[in-house]
């Protein structure tokens, strides 16, 4: 059963860092696009970061460019988003997706596969 895996979500202070990782299981993603979104309570989800197949190609929200970084190890069908200098407001459920293609999108609507989820709360 393919699923995607999200980790490393927590509580930290503002200004503090958190490594998210998402591994895929029961399946392969190296050649398929993934994202990030995120969703704050009584927000909708919303885009955060993007990186393309090959990993070659990345977009990153303006809220959120120089602060986040998104990268991939295809060798171990993964996927992280490092996020520095978090703020208050960076505190939502961060989720991961696949996409059945090579390019990635900013739209939650073109992804195919999703994470469950995991909680990022920044306290100020």
């Known amino acids: 059963q393919a699923q995607l895996v999200e980790s490393g979500g927590g509580l930290v202070e503002a200004g503090g860092s958190l490594n998210l990782s998402c591994t895929a299981s029961?399946?392969?993603?190296?050649?398929?696009?993934m994202g990030w979104f995120r969703q704050a309570p009584g927000k909708e989800r919303e885009f955060v970061a993007t990186?393309?197949?090959?990993?070659?190609?990345?977009y990153i929200q303006d809220s959120v460019k120089g602060r986040f970084t998104i990268s991939r190890d295809n060798a171990k069908n993964t996927v992280n988003l490092q996020m520095n200098s978090l703020k208050p407001e960076d505190t939502a459920v961060y989720y991961c997706?696949?996409?059945?293609?090579?390019?990635?999108?900013?739209?939650?609507?073109?992804?195919?596969?999703w994470g469950q989820g995991t909680q990022v709360t920044v306290s100020s």
């Open positions: 997706a696949a996409r059945l293609s090579g390019y990635g999108s900013t739209r939650f609507n073109e992804y195919n596969y």
């Open positions: 029961g399946w392969t993603v190296s050649t398929y696009a």
């Open positions: 990186i393309s197949g090959s990993g070659d190609n990345t």
